[in-house]
């Protein structure tokens, strides 16, 4: 019974539903909700702390349950967007409404979206990682899939890591940098793969090109389909979600480094250079992203068996809060800085 917690992930759609089928002040239920209401809770509820054991891991990490619950997520995604883009073309929405639907799908887009299509990158099977780059959709950020797994697991943490976090750097400037960085980073990545497979710029195989090209037909599909305006409704959906995604990426290795060896490589990536929640509801809402020191020690676990390990640094609240105290950057400097450890910050001088 205890498995069926991870069907909670399934509420923010749920709201973005409810919002969207009564409007009006309805469609801020989902974002409410989620930087309101969860961060509240979150403030009494205990961190849980206790790892499965080896049996249990082998049990749930063959429990089919656990992927379905993943792969639901692409009709879902897709339906609700169907839904809100189509009930915006058909229906008058004053312009508060309008931000509503594009804050409570991008919500969606970013939750449901950019987070299974994380896990499902990471996945054996070709058909899931195709899943998980169509969930990357909604938020046209289809070049995540090859800047996350061929650039961010390999330089986390480092200076040549456009997704980790500098030291004292505020979350608007890292915005800018990760956005901009990791878009670039990801051609220069499938330029190189291209030269050394011999391929050219159209081959079936320059994934960025076809990205690109899928992306842009999904925007102009939307517009012939539904209405220009919609489309740009679309294009704020996914400006939303992969804003959350950066938010995101900015907790997870805020200020920490690794240190360079003599041989002019970096340590190997350690428990000690993600940022680790134990807070309950994040945990369940992003399937387990917030045991993130775990994932980059081991990349291949599947979400369910993701480990705690207590030398990771510890957020002092759960991914909901933090995010939200990562858009005042004084005050998220005043609480994370001091846990930061002494000679990360030192490495962060170099």
């Known amino acids: 019974m205890k498995d069926l917690k991870y069907l909670s992930a ?17 469609l801020f239920l989902t974002p409410f909700v989620i930087f309101i209401i969860v961060p509240l809770i979150e403030l009494w509820m205990p961190s849980l702390k206790s790892n499965l054991t080896e049996e249990e891991k082998q049990s749930k990490s063959i429990n089919k349950f656990f992927d379905i619950l993943l792969w639901l997520n692409v009709p879902i995604i897709f339906g609700i967007l169907f839904y809100g883009l189509y009930s915006y073309s058909t229906q008058i929405y004053e312009t508060y409404e309008t931000i509503g639907l594009i804050f409570s799908l991008g919500i969606v887009a970013g939750s449901n979206g950019i987070n299974v299509a994380h896990e499902l990158g990471h996945r054996q099977e070709t058909w899931e990682r ?3 780059k169509i969930l990357l959709l909604p938020s046209l950020y289809m070049h995540f899939y090859i800047e996350h797994n061929y650039n961010h697991h390999l330089n986390a943490a480092t200076p040549e890591d456009p997704a980790s976090a500098r030291y004292n750097e505020n979350l608007y400037a890292f915005w800018l940098r990760s956005v901009t960085t990791q878009y670039t980073s990801s051609w220069k990545i499938q330029g190189q793969r291209n030269k050394e497979a011999g391929r050219s710029f159209l081959s079936l195989k320059n994934d960025m090109f076809w990205y690109t090209i899928i992306q842009i037909s999904y925007l102009l599909l939307i517009g012939f389909i539904l209405s220009w305006p919609t489309m740009f409704v679309a294009l704020g959906i996914g400006f939303v979600g ?6 995101i990426n900015y907790l997870e290795h805020y200020g920490l480094r690794r240190a360079k060896k003599k041989s002019g490589r970096y340590e190997v990536v350690r428990e000690i250079h993600s940022w680790n929640s134990n807070h309950a509801i994040g945990r369940i809402f992003l399937y387990e992203l917030t045991r993130h020191s775990d994932h980059h020690f081991r990349a291949n676990k599947k979400y369910q068996v993701l480990d705690y390990h207590t030398e990771s640094p510890q957020l002092p609240y759960g991914y909901p809060t933090m995010m939200i105290i990562a858009t005042i ?18 490495l962060s001088k170099i």
Not at 242 to 247: G, K, N, R, T
Not at 341 to 346: C, I, S
């Open 10 to 26: 399934y509420i923010v759609p749920l709201f973005c539903i409810v919002g969207i089928t009564n409007g009006g002040l309805w």
């Open 130 to 132: 195709f899943l998980g």
């Open 242 to 247: 992969f804003s959350l995604l950066e938010i």
């Open 329 to 346: 950057p004084p005050l998220w400097f005043s609480i994370v800085n001091k846990h930061v450890p002494k000679e990360m910050v030192a």
